[in-house]
């Protein structure tokens, strides 16, 4: 066992007796299918959180009576690490995922997670598995945190105990064409005062079905709509949605039914930074259809960790397609998603201090 000693925590750590890194394509990833050699699991118990431990990526042993599996106890988060061209990795605002995770706590009546456990864990798991980060044009290592209830107990309360566990996974794009999306005018992803803003894995099971009937009439995401009217738009599946109609780039204001992206933000600030008129405000789909059959909308893109930009060219309302412009690289969109990419990957300087080397 080595045991790594920051000055303000312990990590105990379990290097895996061997490594599965050989077995992988790094030519053909498929996201979200391959697994780094280990994993962060720490564990909150008699109110407090107990040491870290880094071990073998492997299964978590749990009672059939796991109080997440009944009662929804249950979050997570989504981020990445880069290898730059000098070989260093950093993270991408690591310190906005922690905030957003604990504020998702705080709604699910969950313990929050100190700062340190959390970016010391990360960079330690980071830094073990340092060859499992990949280089190629448009790869990345995604990072998985997530937490749960573990009281094994059958009754409506919060649980007592949580365990939390990062594992990472080299990915390729998400995204591998523009996308086609259409309104949801029936199903809804959440209410108003519900846990929209917050990463709880419920939100996610509660989309799956409407996404599916979506995807089997030839789109590949939903442009969820609000639950009151079905008249606003919200998000875009995993993604925030951006529009950009006479050269403003406008997207829904933030709301409790929303998700308060990280590369939302990211986006809307290097769009200031460039001088782009932006605004966030109520974003209807009659104004939407308006702008698409005036030509005056120019174009639209979801914004997520996972696809960073993925632009679309098709939206959908009521048994109707809507085509958007072509694609070209002088897209806002287009010209977004290159300029965080270089940031990432230390082709440009991070004037925003976006950036956490591992």
């Given at each position: 066992?080595?045991?790594?000693?920051?000055?303000?925590?312990?990590?105990?750590?379990?290097?895996?007796?061997t490594?599965?890194?050989?077995?992988?394509?790094?030519?053909?990833?498929?996201?979200?299918?391959?697994?780094?050699d280990?994993?962060?699991?720490?564990d909150?118990?008699?109110?407090?959180?107990?040491?870290?431990?880094?071990?073998?990526?492997?299964?978590?042993?749990?009672?059939?009576?796991t109080?997440?599996?009944?009662y929804?106890?249950?979050?997570f988060?989504?981020?990445?690490?880069?290898?730059?061209?000098?070989?260093?990795?950093?993270?991408?605002?690591?310190?906005?995922n922690?905030?957003?995770?604990?504020?998702?706590?705080?709604?699910?009546?969950?313990?929050?997670?100190?700062?340190?456990?959390?970016?010391?864990?990360?960079?330690?798991?980071?830094?073990?598995?340092h060859d499992?980060?990949?280089?190629?044009?448009?790869?990345?290592?995604y990072?998985?945190?997530?937490?749960?209830?573990?009281?094994?107990f059958?009754?409506?309360?919060?649980?007592?105990?949580?365990?939390?566990?990062?594992f990472?996974?080299?990915?390729?794009a998400?995204?591998?064409?523009?996308?086609?999306?259409?309104?949801?005018?029936h199903?809804?992803?959440?209410?108003?005062?519900?846990?929209?803003?917050?990463k709880?894995?419920?939100?996610?099971?509660?989309?799956?079905?409407?996404?599916?009937?979506?995807?089997?009439?030839?789109?590949?995401?939903?442009?969820?709509?609000?639950?009151?009217?079905?008249?606003?738009?919200?998000?875009?599946?995993?993604?925030?949605?951006?529009?950009?109609i006479?050269g403003?780039?406008?997207?829904?204001?933030?709301?409790?039914?929303?998700?308060?992206?990280?590369?939302r933000?990211?986006?809307?600030?290097?769009?200031?930074?460039?001088?782009?008129?932006?605004?966030?405000?109520?974003?209807?789909?009659?104004?939407?259809?308006?702008?698409?059959?005036?030509?005056?909308?120019?174009?639209?893109?979801?914004?997520?960790?996972?696809?960073?930009?993925a632009p679309?060219?098709?939206?959908?309302?009521?048994?109707r397609?809507?085509?958007?412009?072509?694609?070209?690289?002088?897209?806002?969109g287009?010209?977004?998603?290159?300029?965080?990419?270089?940031?990432?990957?230390?082709?440009?300087?991070?004037?925003f201090?976006?950036?956490?080397?591992?």
């Amino acid at each position: 066992m080595l045991t790594v000693q920051p000055a303000e925590m312990t990590i105990d750590i379990h290097p895996s007796p061997t490594s599965r890194l050989h077995e992988v394509d790094f030519d053909h990833i498929e996201f979200g299918k391959v697994f780094s050699d280990h994993m962060l699991s720490v564990d909150f118990t008699n109110g407090a959180w107990q040491t870290p431990t880094i071990e073998a990526y492997g299964p978590v042993m749990l009672s059939p009576a796991t109080s997440a599996l009944h009662y929804g106890q249950a979050l997570f988060e989504g981020m990445k690490a880069y290898k730059q061209a000098d070989g260093r990795i950093v993270l991408f605002r690591p310190l906005d995922n922690l905030r957003r995770l604990n504020a998702s706590a705080e709604r699910l009546c969950m313990p929050t997670l100190p700062e340190e456990i959390f970016m010391e864990g990360l960079k330690a798991l980071v830094r073990l598995d340092h060859d499992w980060v990949p280089s190629a044009e448009g790869t990345s290592l995604y990072i998985r945190p997530f937490m749960f209830a573990t009281d094994a107990f059958i009754g409506v309360r919060p649980s007592s105990d949580y365990k939390f566990i990062i594992f990472t996974s080299p990915v390729n794009a998400y995204y591998s064409t523009p996308l086609r999306v259409r309104f949801e005018h029936h199903y809804v992803r959440s209410p108003e005062g519900g846990t929209g803003f917050a990463k709880s894995a419920g939100n996610y099971g509660g989309a799956m079905l409407p996404t599916k009937l979506a995807q089997e009439e030839g789109y590949h995401q939903l442009l969820w709509t609000d639950a009151a009217e079905h008249r606003y738009i919200e998000e875009s599946g995993t993604m925030n949605a951006c529009f950009v109609i006479d050269g403003k780039l406008i997207t829904p204001a933030l709301s409790s039914s929303i998700l308060d992206g990280i590369t939302r933000r990211s986006v809307l600030e290097l769009a200031r930074h460039w001088g782009v008129t932006v605004e966030e405000r109520r974003v209807s789909c009659e104004e939407i259809l308006v702008a698409l059959e005036s030509g005056t909308l120019q174009e639209a893109f979801g914004c997520g960790t996972a696809a960073t930009i993925a632009p679309i060219v098709c939206i959908g309302d009521r048994g109707r397609d809507y085509h958007l412009p072509p694609l070209t690289p002088e897209s806002l969109g287009a010209r977004l998603g290159h300029a965080l990419d270089a940031i990432k990957l230390g082709h440009a300087p991070d004037i925003f201090g976006w950036l956490e080397t591992v």
